[in-house]
Nanobody, 115 residues
Framework: QVQVVQSGGGLVQAGGSLRLSCAFS????????MNWFRQAPGKQREFIAT???????NVADAVKGRFTISRDNAKNTVYLQMNSLKPEDTAVYYC?????????WGQGTQVTVSS
């Protein structure tokens, strides 16, 4: 079984920054990918960023140039650094671990960006 603990998030003014963290523990198969998604009120959950075990990363066009995903394999932790935040970034953010056999979601954390 894999446990997931998300941290970070909160309320920030437009133009500000936040960093989200997501720590996975337990029996984690490798290789794997760690991902971030978000879901705004009334909208579907959308992909934000992904990073592989080898460090290959990709981010969605909507956040490219503003958000950066990274991971610490020794800690089984993934990070999402969010800069130049906009009100439209307001959403619940979820991390997700994907292995060959399973996927595991974090509990979600609220990010609210005020104008």
């Amino acid at each position: 079984q894999v446990q997931v603990v998300q941290s970070g998030g909160g309320l920030v003014q437009a133009g500000g920054s936040l960093r989200l963290s997501c720590a996975f523990s337990g029996h984690i198969f490798s290789p794997n990918t760690m991902n971030w998604f978000r879901q705004a009120p009334g909208k579907q959950r959308e992909f934000i960023a992904t990073v592989t075990s080898g460090g290959s990363a990709n981010v969605a066009d909507a956040v490219k140039g503003r958000f950066t995903i990274s991971r610490d394999n020794a800690k089984n932790t993934v990070y999402l650094q969010m800069n130049s935040l906009k009100p439209e970034d307001t959403a619940v953010y979820y991390c997700k671990l994907e292995t060959t056999y399973n996927s595991y979601w974090g509990q979600g954390t609220q990010v609210t960006v005020s104008s």
